[in-house]
Structure formats: C-alpha cells, structure tokens
C-alpha cells in the first residue's frame, strides 16, 4: 500500500500509463491513495460499514438494484455462489496461471456429493456433507492434476474441458447418481429460527419499514431465499481472508513466478509442478465448496445444472473482471450472474446483449475491469521501455 | 461386443462420414491456432451459420423430389456456394469484430478467447432470435419459411434421394456416405496443396512459423490473417452442407458440440496441422462410433473426451504433432 508514497509521475512511461488508467472517467491511483491516508480506525467503521450493509442488501430492497422479475434474495445468493466460483477459479487462472474450461466439473462434484450421500443413497447430516463434499473435490482435482497439469497451456484448456463433460455426461448416464432425473430433497442448512427481519418498502425516495414482510432469522426454507444468501457471504468473507493470506505468503510468490515463467521459476528452485496442483487443488476446494452450498440451496439438482456454458461464464467472469485481482473477479462475477438477472425482463435479448457485452469489454478493457495491480505495473514499465527504444525519451 | 463385429462396416462407414464432418471444421481452428496461437471458439458459430445458408437455399427453390439430376446438382452446387459465402463472410466478420484489435494491441491470448466467446454468445442468439430481428423490419410473414420458429430444429431437405451404391458386409454403402468422404478427402487435398504451393500459403506458413520475421521479410501479417479466417471459414460451410445431406437436421445452438468435437479432432492430430485435422476427425468419428458400439450409445461423447485425454498424456503434441509452419514446400 505504498503505491502514494513513491511519485511515479517523475518519469514519463508511468506518467502515460495514468492516461491509460482511468478511461472509465476516474483516477484509481488517487482513490487508493485517499483510502490508503485514512487513520487506520476510520477504514475499519468503513469497512464495517461496507459488511453491513452487504448483509442488509436483501432486506432493503432498494428500488433501481433490486430485480423486479425475480426474489432478489435468490438472486443474490446466484451472484454471491458465482462470486465464490469466481475467487477459486482466479487461483487457478489469474494466480497460476492455468487456464481451466471445465471448472464447472468441481462444481458438480462438489453438488453430488451433498446431493448423493444426502438424499439419494444414504441421510448424512448436512455439517458432515459440507466437510466430505470439500475433501471430495479437492482429493478430485488432484487427482485431474496429477495427470494434466503436465500438458502445456491451451491443451490443458481443452483436457479439462473433457473432464468437465465427463462428470457431467457420468452423472448423466449413472443410475446411482441418480441419471438424467436428477436428485430431489437434497438436504437444507440446519434451521434455527431466532427472530424475524423486517424488509423495508420504497416509496419513492422514502424507506418504510413493511412489517408484513419479514425475514425469519437463519430460517433455510424454499420460499426466502436470503438466509443462503448470507450464509454464501460469510463463506465468501473466509474465503477471501484465506486469499489473502495465500497470495501474500510463499505460495502466492510461487505461483506468481510459475505463471510468469516456468522454467525460471523451476531454475531458481520453485517446485512447479507441485505449486501448479496446489493451486489446482485450492481451486477445487472452493469449486466444491460452492457447487455443495449451491445444491443445498436448490434442493435439487440434476445433470443439466451443469452444463459446459457454466464453466465458460466463470471464465468470462474471472477474466472480464481482471484475473489475478480479487476485487476484480467479484466485480465480474457480479457481471456476469446480476446484469442477466436483473434483465430478466428482455429476457429473449439478454444472452445477446451478454454476448454483445462480453465481446466490448474484451476488446476495450483488455485488462480486466480493475487489473491486478501487477498488471498494471507490467504495463507501465512496458511502455516506458517502448519509448526508451523508440528514443523518444532519454532513461 | 458382439454388436461391434456384426456392424462393424456400418460403424465405420458413418465414423468416417462423421469423421470427415470433424475433420473440415476443425480445419478452421488448426489454420487460425497455427497463424495466431489462439483457440478460436466461436468458429462453430461460423459452421452454423453456414448450415442455414444451405437450407435456405433449398427453400428458396423448393426443388420437388425426383427431380431430374442435373436439377439436383445444380441446387446442391447453389447451396454449397451459399453456405460457403455465409460462412466465409461470418469468419471475416469474426476477425474484424473479435480478434483484429486484440491482436493489434498484443492482448493477452485469454482475452481474445473471452472476445471470441462473446462473438459465439451473439451470433448464436441472433439466429436463434432471427423471427424478431426480421419482425423489427416488418419482415416476418415474407421471410416466414426462413425466419419462423426460430428455436426449433431446422430441416433440411436433401434434394439427392439417398440410394445404396454397393454392398459390404452386410452394410449398403450410400451415395451420400461416398460424396462426403470423397469430398472431404479432396478438399483436404486441395487445402494442402494451397498452402504448400501458394503465395498465400507460403504467407501462412511465414506467418505460422515466426510472424515477426515474416513481417520483416515483407509478408502484409494482417492480409494472411483475414486469408487463414476466410480458408477456415469456407471449409466450415462446405462441412455444414455435407452434414445436412448426411445429418438433415440444424439449430441454432447446434454450433455448440460440434465445434468442441471438431477442436478436439483438431488437438487430437496435432493443432496447426492441416493433415493432422482429418486425421484427428476420422479417429474421433470411428473411435465415437465403435465405442458407443461397445459400451452404449449414452457413453458416446464420453468415449471421444477419454480419448483425447489419453492421447494428450501420452503424446502431448497430438498424432501428428504441431506444424503448419514446418509443413515442408
């Protein structure tokens, strides 16, 4: 968070690179910097602030966000599950560096095992299934990577695209995992019902409080969907705690040095191989983790829920958002579940203009909507190369 | 395991019918993966498109069954011409749109398969939503037998009555089996020979090989560029008109599988490869065949990824290994 205290305006490749900077019509460097100088108490209440409010989003029901088509509990709880994907799938891609296309299959498993040892074959309680269904995935993406990881680049692209088909298409064609019918009572998060939360009613610019409709406090029904929706949330709050810790930590250097370069990450002693599956398997634990959460949720699932076209919304998702920055993937992840759920109204054209968005943002915001920081410094001292070359400025 | 032996000519004719199907398609991926390293996903949407050139050239003449020959072949000629006119003109369109400002800015590859996806996502959604787009211009009771009930399946209705030529095996090997292998084999042929013998070829190849050094040597990058889209692109329409007459049948999602089966043909003979294509194509196309013969047809799609898989671990190259640029004069 020194990014202030330096003046990077002293030389002229970083100086053009604020020109490319804040096209969307803001300066990001002068936010941070102004976040950054706060007193260390007033980022915290701003912070919490920030939870709190992300926790009440249900309950306020706020007039332009909120989708009028669809229980925007249940919406949230759809955006906050791609959020989570989001964040494991950036390990894979945006930290390692490998490009994943059947993330999806995680997912799944993560979803069948809650669902299978749930309801289908045998009654489970629903807090061993979380554990199980996250040991599962992960002991499955080891043992995907063991084998793959070895193939370069864009074959792994289409070798784990296969294996997503494959669990898919298994699940599809297995009796026992309940085939194309799908598994039905899948079991619910354990209730318990404290209180009631009233939501709030707009009308206009005035909040009233509605006490006819009202949230049961940790009540996991089929009919308010918010409860999941916090729940997906504090996973979330873990998970990007741990992100954190991870990304800052040896490993994060590991895997950093592995995308960039292999083999000189491999010279100066970094065990590739074995970075690239841990990252694998990271990316795996929350993949199950969020497909299990996502079954709970839905109460059933079946093979179509998990079609290849997810795993290529989480790829859109990571990388319209900036792979490799955390903040990034939520904001894409955002994108990429919300804006066709709060469309539901053009509901014929949403995928078209999903499209349509997804090729602008591609081909003018090639980083990501908030690159990581990296990135970012990669460019400028790019550009600031190319102009030495071009000896248009003196070093 | 019996089934396989007592169809086993049947199996193989139509894995290789299917095979050829593949192999053209994945022409598109190997030229555009040799010149510019980048999967180019929406290229089945290209395939699509041209599928419904063809049918609505078909519609357009309404050609009555039992139709004199030459009738027959003329329409069938028009169609090819159609689809690969659509076809071609959707990959140019696909390069302008997707990939040429990406590659302008040196993005990162990923982006552009992002940029690509994107294309896919749209152009599939707009044939599925062609009724409205044509509503929007007051057209849709003129262009009703295009237009009209656009999510659906799209018959086509092969104007060639399909008749057995000769027997093998106990399998009638039809005239339509024969014209989509053959084809298939000599457009490779001629594909082969145009970019081993053209000067737009040799440009690919410059281009596949070490794109800086072409450019410095004076290959025009941009102009081999949109030639590798158009030359993918046409293959795909002419696979599209072979499937009709085989398959009979296009959506507008129907893109989707096949464009992942004709990239993994594509990887499975080694990616940049033009021979490595069909080859890929008729592994898969009879390996799918045979293997849904032995474990059940449910299993089919599973057999083909398994096979791609084993193949990569074992010969991480494909079959034949990477080089359109090496691909000797």
């Known amino acids: ?395 | 395991m019996s089934f396989l032996i007592d169809n086993f000519v049947e199996l193989t004719v139509t894995g290789l019918v299917l095979g050829a199907v593949y192999g053209l398609v994945a022409l598109g991926y190997t030229l555009v993966y040799g010149v510019l390293q980048l999967i180019n996903f929406a290229h089945s949407e290209v395939w699509m498109f041209g599928s419904f050139a063809a049918v609505w050239v078909t519609v357009a003449i309404g050609l009555a069954p039992g139709s004199a020959l030459p009738a027959v072949v003329g329409v069938l000629l028009l169609a090819l011409l159609a689809a690969m006119a659509m076809s071609g003109g959707i990959a140019l369109l696909l390069e302008r749109v997707a990939y040429r400002r990406l590659i302008r800015l040196d993005a990162p590859r990923l982006v552009a398969l992002i940029s690509a996806i994107g294309a896919s996502f749209a152009l599939a959604e707009l044939m599925g939503l062609r009724d409205r787009v044509a509503g929007w211009f007051g057209l849709e009771d003129t262009l009703a037998p295009y237009v009209s009930s656009a999510r659906d399946n799209t018959r086509f209705r092969n104007p060639l009555d399909t008749e057995g030529v000769f027997t093998v095996g106990g399998y009638t090997v039809s005239n339509v089996d024969l014209i989509i292998i053959i084809s298939a084999l000599l457009m490779m042929v001629a594909l082969d020979q145009f970019i081993r013998r053209t000067r737009t070829g040799s440009g690919i190849r410059a281009v596949a090989q070490d794109s800086e050094a072409a450019a410095l040597m004076g290959v025009n990058r941009a102009r081999v560029i949109r030639a590798t889209f158009l030359v993918g692109g046409v293959m795909a329409g002419a696979a599209a008109l072979l499937y009709l007459m085989r398959f009979g049948v296009t959506r507008w999602n129907a893109g989707f599988l096949l464009g992942v089966k004709a990239f993994t043909a594509a990887v499975l003979g080694g990616i940049g490869n033009v021979r490595g294509a069909l080859l890929g194509g008729f592994i898969l196309g009879l390996a799918e065949n045979y293997g849904s013969a032995l474990v059940g047809s449910q299993w089919r799609d599973v057999v083909a990824f398994l096979l791609l898989v084993v193949i990569l671990l074992f010969r991480p190259t494909g079959l034949l290994g990477e080089s359109l640029g090496r691909a000797r004069a």
Not at chain 1, 150 to 179: C, M, P, Q
Not at chain 1, 232 to 254: K, Q, Y
Not at chain 1, 322 to 346: H, S, T
């Open chain 1, 1 to 395: 968070m020194t990014q202030g205290k330096a003046s990077p305006e002293t030389s002229p490749g970083v100086a053009r690179s604020r020109a490319w900077g804040p096209r969307l019509g803001w300066d990001r460097g002068a936010l941070a910097r102004r976040v950054t100088r706060l007193p260390r108490s007033v980022k915290w209440a701003l912070i919490g602030v920030l939870v709190v409010l992300l926790y009440a989003l249900p309950l306020l029901e706020l007039p332009i966000i909120s989708t009028p088509d669809t229980d925007f509990g249940a919406v949230l709880f759809t955006v906050a599950s791609y959020v989570l994907v989001a964040l494991g799938l950036n390990i894979v891609l945006g930290y390692a560096g490998l490009l994943d296309l059947g993330y999806v299959g995680f997912y799944a498993v993560g979803a069948y095992t809650v669902a299978v040892l749930g309801s289908l074959q045998a009654q489970l309680s629903w807090w061993l299934l979380i554990p199980l269904a996250v040991i599962i995935t992960t002991i499955s993406g080891i043992l995907l990577g063991a084998p793959t990881l070895r193939v370069r680049g864009d074959y792994l692209a289409i070798v784990t695209l296969g294996f997503g088909e494959i669990i898919r298409l298994t699940a599809l064609n297995t009796e026992w995992l309940g085939a194309a019918k799908g598994i039905t009572g899948v079991p619910r998060p354990p209730s318990v019902d404290l209180f009631e939360l009233p939501h709030l009613e707009w009308e206009g610019a005035t909040a009233l409080i509605d006490l006819d409709d009202t949230t049961t406090f940790l009540s996991f029904g089929v009919a308010d969907q918010a409860p999941y929706y916090w729940l997906a949330l504090t996973v979330i709050f873990v998970v990007l705690g741990a992100d954190r810790m991870m990304r800052l930590s040896r490993i994060g250097r590991a895997w950093e040095a592995t995308r960039e370069d292999e083999d000189a990450a491999e010279l100066m002693g970094v065990p590739t191989f074995r970075f690239k599956l841990l990252a694998f398997a990271t990316g795996a634990f929350i993949g199950g983790l969020s497909g299990a959460l996502f079954a709970s949720r839905q109460g059933f699932i079946n093979p179509e829920s998990f079609l290849l076209l997810l795993s290529i919304l989480f790829l859109a998702a990571v990388v319209v958002g900036g792979a490799g920055n955390r903040y990034g993937v939520i904001l894409g992840a955002i994108v990429v579940a919300y804006l066709p759920e709060r469309f539901r109204g053009f509901e014929e054209w949403r995928l078209l203009v999903f499209g349509l968005a997804l090729l602008l943002l591609a081909n003018f915001r090639p980083q990501g909507l908030l690159p990581p920081r990296r990135a970012r410094r990669a460019q400028a001292v790019d550009e600031q190369i190319d102009s030495m070359e071009e000896g248009k400025v003196r070093a």
